[in-house]
């Protein structure tokens, strides 16, 4: 899910504007629209006309609507979220209470606006934006003193954390110093790794170096 624009206030009240871009997007977006609240998206309009000799035609228009969500159906199979509400807003195609129907689709904006947005909801639409939460495969690219961890997903690599530490070379008879520095490298890779590693998502971690 993209994240467009949010404006929340203190007391929970505002909009936020999403753009669904994977078939687990609409089961967040069915998750989070209610009864109640307002959407706003394009949509298709059939409209009548009427010409000057009164004879009447009929056409389909694409236009901006807000309705007031009054019932949801979540269509699976076609990944398509249907909202049924009347519209709250004026509109040159549909008039005020007018009922419609909001087709929500991948990769289609829509504007979703609560009177309150409680802890839940903002939590499922900060998981449904963050795009570790799906990266299931991590990767560690490693050489001497530096080292990148990764995580991997169907649609990109998110570099998540940089590590570099100076590790003073082998001496002839003294390696105390390189061997401190080592340590202080690997340590601060692990500390990484748990830190932006989630092992309730990512099932296998590659090591190359």
């Known amino acids: 899910m993209k994240l467009v624009y ?3 206030d203190k007391f929970g009240d505002g909009s936020i504007v999403l753009i669904p871009e994977e078939p687990e997007d609409m089961w967040h977006a069915y998750n989070l629209i209610a009864e109640g609240d307002q959407v706003r998206s394009s949509t298709i309009r059939k409209v009548q006309n009427e010409t000057a000799t009164g004879s009447t035609s009929s056409s389909r228009m694409r236009t901006i609507l807000t309705i007031s969500v ?3 159906d979540f269509d699976t199979q076609a990944q398509v979220l249907r909202l049924k ?3 709250i807003e004026e509109n040159q195609f549909v008039k005020m209470g007018a009922y419609h129907t909001l087709d929500l689709e991948l990769n289609r904006k829509f504007t979703l606006t609560k009177r309150l947005w409680d802890s839940i909801a903002l939590e499922r639409v900060e998981t449904a934006c963050d795009p570790t939460q799906s ?3 991590a990767a560690v690219i490693m050489q001497d003193g530096l080292a990148h961890v990764c995580l991997i997903t169907s649609a990109m690599t998110l570099v998540r954390s940089k590590i570099d530490v100076s ?4 001496r002839k008879g003294n390696v ?3 061997e401190k520095g080592l340590a202080k490298f690997y340590d601060s890779l692990i500390q990484s790794i748990i830190r932006h590693v989630n092992f309730d998502v990512v099932k296998c971690v590659l090591l190359a170096s």
């Not at 590790?167 to 082998?170: A, F, G, L, S």
């Open 6 to 8: 949010k404006n929340v």
């Open 70 to 72: 009054e019932t949801i």
């Open 85 to 87: 509400g009347r519209n």
């Open 135 to 137: 990266a299931d495969v």
């Open 167 to 170: 590790i003073p070379r082998k």
């Open 176 to 178: 105390a110093q390189h």
